[in-house]
């Protein structure tokens, strides 16, 4: 271990880039990791237009470098590598890559949430050709256009409801009968004029060529779409914090509007954390939040 950092700050998206930034600016000695290149999910996201002060938009993997450059302009360093194991309990906290060990006395866990995949074949030849995880965030290409939506909870029927106000036509394609969603998103489905509910149906194949141009559920039928959203929940990067902190039951690490997690110096931001919307924009208030409440922590330990 070369030396203790006063944080370590686990995965380079816009939550952990922003918490970098206001540590570094603060003073304090810190070191990200992060696998493979700064933006995270936002990294593949072609143009972030809902984030405030980028008039034009901007693409997803030019503000995660922008992020990177900020915070690194402040004194933050960089490491890349994957994290395998962490002890987090005590004073000082070991982080371990396969190849390093590296200390310190605040730990700040940034590692977002991927979307569950469907798992038909050529899923992810796809993806960005006709294959969408965010409806939000790649909806406007199908303006007039027919797309699907895979699922039946909040986030399936909120897409397809926001889908609607913006293509020709919506399926709405769910493996049940009844929906997991809130009764205020069926009420709305249900007075939605584009949108066709198949119930007890699923995606079996894609139809494509250069890229989707329909699919083929599992009774057989065929549909013509422009686009399949796949909206059935998201896996948090949280399995190797399993047994150290609380996790609710979908695997996000439980943290309030603090991000304070169960052991103390640790913090949850971004997507990994429970939290009702997320988007850059809350990751990264939680990046600053957690700085804030890093620096008292790191003031009562001294
Ligand atoms: P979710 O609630 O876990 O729903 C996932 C949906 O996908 C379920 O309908 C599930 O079907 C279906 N599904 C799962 N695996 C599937 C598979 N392999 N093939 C086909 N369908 C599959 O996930 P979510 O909708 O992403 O929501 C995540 C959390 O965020 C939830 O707590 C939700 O309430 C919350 N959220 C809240 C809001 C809001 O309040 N405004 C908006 C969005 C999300 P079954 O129902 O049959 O299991």
């Given at each position: 271990?070369?030396?203790?950092?006063?944080?370590?700050?686990?995965?380079?998206?816009?939550?952990?880039?922003?918490?970098?930034?206001?540590?570094?600016?603060?003073?304090?000695?810190?070191?990200?990791?992060?696998?493979?290149?700064?933006?995270?999910?936002?990294?593949?996201?072609?143009?972030?237009?809902?984030?405030?002060?980028?008039?034009?938009?901007?693409?997803?993997?030019?503000?995660?470098?922008?992020?990177?450059?900020?915070?690194?302009?402040?004194?933050?360093?960089?490491?890349?590598?994957?994290?395998?194991?962490?002890?987090?309990?005590?004073?000082?906290?070991k982080?371990?890559?396969?190849?390093?060990?590296?200390?310190?006395?605040?730990?700040v866990?940034?590692?977002?949430?991927?979307p569950?995949e469907?798992?038909?074949?050529?899923?992810?030849e796809?993806?960005?050709?006709?294959?969408?995880?965010?409806?939000?965030?790649?909806g406007?290409?199908?303006?007039?256009?027919?797309?699907?939506?895979?699922?039946?909870?909040n986030s399936?029927?909120e897409?397809?409801?926001?889908?609607?106000?913006?293509?020709?036509?919506?399926?709405?394609i769910?493996?049940?009968?009844?929906?997991?969603?809130?009764?205020?998103?069926?009420?709305?489905?249900?007075?939605?004029?584009?949108?066709?509910?198949?119930?007890?149906?699923?995606?079996?194949?894609?139809i494509a060529?250069?890229?989707?141009?329909?699919?083929?559920?599992?009774?057989?039928?065929?549909?013509?779409?422009?686009?399949?959203?796949?909206?059935i929940g998201?896996?948090?990067?949280?399995?190797?914090?399993?047994?150290?902190?609380?996790?609710?039951?979908?695997?996000?690490?439980?943290?309030d509007?603090?991000?304070?997690?169960?052991?103390?110096?640790?913090?949850?931001?971004?997507?990994?954390?429970?939290?009702?919307?997320?988007q850059?924009?809350?990751?990264?208030?939680?990046?600053?939040?957690?700085v804030?409440?890093?620096?008292?922590?790191?003031?009562?330990?001294?």
């Amino acid at each position: 271990m070369e030396r203790i950092h006063d944080m370590i700050i686990i995965g380079g998206g816009p939550a952990g880039y922003t918490a970098a930034l206001y540590a570094a600016r603060a003073g304090l000695d810190v070191l990200v990791i992060e696998r493979m290149s700064a933006g995270g999910q936002m990294a593949v996201t072609d143009t972030i237009d809902n984030y405030s002060g980028f008039s034009e938009g901007i693409p997803g993997w030019e503000l995660g470098m922008k992020m990177q450059a900020g915070a690194e302009r402040f004194g933050a360093v960089t490491k890349y590598g994957e994290v395998v194991s962490a002890e987090l309990e005590g004073n000082i906290k070991k982080v371990r890559t396969s190849s390093d060990e590296f200390g310190a006395r605040t730990v700040v866990i940034a590692t977002g949430a991927n979307p569950r995949e469907l798992g038909v074949d050529r899923e992810e030849e796809f993806v960005s050709r006709g294959v969408h995880y965010c409806a939000h965030c790649d909806g406007r290409f199908y303006k007039n256009k027919v797309v699907a939506v895979v699922g039946g909870g909040n986030s399936a029927l909120e897409d397809a409801l926001y889908l609607s106000r913006l293509a020709a036509k919506v399926y709405l394609i769910h493996r049940r009968d009844s929906f997991r969603a809130s009764k205020i998103y069926v009420d709305a489905l249900s007075k939605s004029t584009n949108i066709e509910f198949l119930a007890n149906s699923s995606v079996a194949e894609l139809i494509a060529d250069e890229r989707v141009t329909g699919i083929r559920l599992a009774d057989g039928r065929e549909l013509e779409i422009n686009g399949l959203f796949v909206s059935i929940g998201r896996k948090p990067a949280s399995d190797i914090f399993r047994g150290q902190l609380k996790l609710d039951e979908g695997g996000y690490i439980v943290a309030d509007e603090s991000t304070r997690t169960s052991i103390a110096g640790v913090y949850a931001i971004g997507d990994v954390r429970t939290k009702p919307l997320r988007q850059v924009v809350t990751a990264v208030g939680d990046g600053a939040v957690a700085v804030h409440f890093a620096e008292e922590y790191l003031a009562e330990c001294d």
